[in-house]
């Protein structure tokens, strides 16, 4: 079954509005997680790293401002998007790292991703 | 941002074929992620490689890394209809959770 959920699946905006998007780890705690975004028929690009307890770490050319990252907890992370517009229309998707009995990263789980469509 | 040499970029083929696809870097990575993701969902994690020369199985799935930790490839043996979509490689280096993604191959079965 799915170990990272995000909420909504899906959403439609008007333009200057703000969105927010959950990602939740579910049966593991994630003191990291991850930021994508996938332009139709592109691949993933990682937009930021979310970190627990402190502030995210943007990847160049991220606005920080206009991406804003909470990870309220070790099992929640959100990102809002701020004042979006058309070309902010996106599939937006998470991932969390999942540790292993080593201490070290077992493996990266994904949710399901949110399409945003900004009218 | 980087992203990994995926190959072939589209595959047409058809049912009960077996399917070949590789993805290489100009870096070394530790571990090595295959994904497919269907369209309008995330990416579902198929196989990990953890050691260079490594050879897993899952299902119809077999993946290896490569020994000089640059390239890796994914088969899928006696392909079915539930198997199309997009297949992604990533990198991941050791001690740093990121992720490196492929370009991607998009797999079409022709009926």
């Known amino acids: 079954g799915a170990v990272v959920s995000q909420h909504p699946s899906r959403v439609i905006c008007k333009s200057g509005t703000s969105v927010k998007i959950e990602c939740r780890s579910l049966?593991?705690?994630?003191?990291?997680m991850f930021w994508y975004r996938q332009f139709p028929k592109q691949s993933l690009m990682l937009m930021a790293t979310s970190n627990e307890g402190s502030k995210a770490t943007y990847e160049q050319g991220v606005e920080k401002d206009k991406f804003l990252i909470n990870h309220a907890s070790l099992t929640l992370s959100t990102l809002t998007v701020t004042s979006a517009h058309p070309e902010d229309s996106s599939f937006y998707i998470c991932?969390?790292?999942?540790?292993?009995?080593?201490?070290?990263?077992?493996?990266?789980?994904f949710g399901p991703g949110t399409r945003l469509t900004v009218l | 941002g980087q992203q990994l040499n995926q190959s072939p970029q589209s595959m047409f083929i058809q049912e009960g074929e077996d399917v070949s696809m590789n993805c290489t870097s100009s870096?070394?990575?530790?571990?090595w992620l295959w994904y497919k993701q269907d369209p309008g969902e995330g990416p579902v994690l198929l196989i990990a490689l953890y050691k260079a020369g490594e050879l897993t199985s899952n299902g119809r799935l077999t993946a290896q890394f490569g020994i000089t930790r640059k390239d890796s490839f994914l088969n899928i043996s006696a392909s079915i209809p539930s198997d199309v979509g997009i297949y992604f490689c990533?990198?991941?280096?050791?001690?740093?959770?990121?992720?490196?993604f492929g370009t991607g191959t998009r797999l079409t079965i022709i009926p």
């Open positions: 049966d593991f705690q994630a003191t990291t």
């Open positions: 990533a990198g991941q280096v050791f001690g740093n959770e990121k992720l490196t």
């Open positions: 870096s070394i990575f530790n571990t």
């Open positions: 991932s969390a790292p999942r540790l292993g009995a080593s201490g070290f990263t077992d493996t990266q789980y």
